[in-house]
């Protein structure tokens, strides 16, 4: 299976998790890894549109209101 790099770093980050956890059950993964990838995806995406909330909701293929809640939810302005 070929990986690119994204996919490689959540790969080694997550076998570290449970690693980490030393027997602890785990919880809510799924939601902790995607509130840790989306907040600089959005961050990256709308420094790149230079702040136009229109043209990264393009760029990140969402509606412009799933974006600025999005923003919201992570407290991005």
């Known amino acids: 299976m070929d990986e ?3 996919a490689a770093c ?3 980050v997550l076998i570290q998790y449970f690693k980490d956890l030393d027997g ?3 919880a809510r993964i799924y ?3 995607l509130n840790c990838v989306e907040l600089p995806v959005l961050q990256v995406v709308l420094d790149k549109a230079a702040g136009n ?3 990264a909701a393009e760029m990140l293929g969402i509606n412009r ?3 600025r809640k999005k ?3 992570h407290g991005i302005k």
């Open 4 to 6: 690119n790099e994204l």
């Open 10 to 12: 959540v790969r080694r």
């Open 24 to 26: 602890e059950d785990p």
């Open 31 to 33: 939601e902790m890894v």
């Open 53 to 55: 909330q229109s043209r």
């Open 65 to 67: 209101n799933t974006l």
């Open 71 to 73: 923003m919201q939810t």
